[in-house]
């Protein structure tokens, strides 16, 4: 499985667009990115996924370059409530493929 | 929206009791999983499910774990004798596969006293 590092934390204010960057220098072929949220004593939520350039959702956006070793979600005009972890996944596209999560990105929102 | 419901929300057991923890996956969903996550640590795999059997575990799933499909909705994972390392969120999920993302209930957080 391809390794990834994100940022631990990020902070930021309401309104503003966050942006978390995520590498995995050893994406394979058919492995996918995918994002999810993490809410404290919550189950991890899927955001997006995508293979490459950008996928949108009503959510989120994902960027990810050509040489897709690195890959960005980008939240637009963020709330309190996005306050949560998130965690960059890098598999298979399959959804029987077991989740290894790391330690995800610690995003707070303030006033 | 679809949800994934597990009870208990809060569980506390005596160490060396058994468990039974409970999940109703999506109904039109395939493929079962139960991964745990430790207070203030990763979320982690224990065992996926799919056509009535285990089809991976991981090496924190071992004799003491089971999981079981009883009927066509619930999704149960027993701990027969736990310890207070078991003590943790435990998350079941289901995907329809194909690609689309797994979804996760609630969680279940087991304390062993």
């Given at each position: 499985l391809a390794k990834t590092t994100q940022p631990i934390s990020m902070d930021s204010y309401e309104g503003q667009e966050v942006n978390i960057t995520c590498s995995h220098n050893n994406i394979a072929t058919n492995d996918y990115i995918t994002w999810y949220q993490q809410f404290p004593s919550q189950g991890p939520r899927f955001i997006i996924q995508g293979y490459k350039t950008k996928v949108t959702n009503e959510v989120a956006s994902l960027f990810i370059p050509a040489d897709r070793k690195s890959s960005t979600l980008s939240l637009p005009r963020v709330s309190l409530s996005d306050t949560a972890v998130y965690y960059c996944l890098v598999g298979p596209n399959s959804g029987y493929s077991t989740l290894t999560f790391g330690k995800g990105t610690m995003l707070l929102v303030s006033p | 929206e679809p949800e994934v419901t597990q009870t208990p929300s809060h569980q506390v057991t005596q160490?060396?009791?058994?468990?039974?923890?409970?999940?109703?996956?999506?109904?039109?969903?395939?493929?079962?999983?139960?991964?745990?996550?430790?207070?203030?640590?990763?979320?982690?795999?224990?065992?996926?499910?799919?056509?009535?059997?285990?089809?991976?575990?991981?090496?924190?799933?071992?004799?003491?774990?089971?999981?079981?499909?009883?009927?066509?909705?619930?999704?149960?994972?027993?701990?027969?004798?736990?310890?207070?390392?078991?003590?943790?969120?435990?998350?079941?999920?289901?995907?329809?596969?194909?690609?689309?993302?797994?979804?996760?209930?609630?969680?279940?957080?087991?304390?062993?006293?």
């Open positions: - | 160490m060396g009791q058994e468990v039974i923890l409970h999940c109703v996956p999506i109904s039109n969903h395939l493929y079962f999983y139960w991964y745990r996550q430790i207070l203030g640590q990763k979320v982690e795999f224990l065992v996926s499910f799919y056509n009535n059997e285990i089809s991976e575990k991981s090496e924190i799933f071992d004799d003491q774990f089971s999981v079981e499909r009883p009927d066509g909705s619930n999704f149960t994972l027993k701990i027969r004798s736990t310890k207070l390392e078991d003590s943790a969120m435990y998350f079941c999920a289901s995907s329809e596969g194909g690609g689309y993302g797994y979804t996760f209930g609630s969680g279940t957080r087991l304390t062993v006293v």
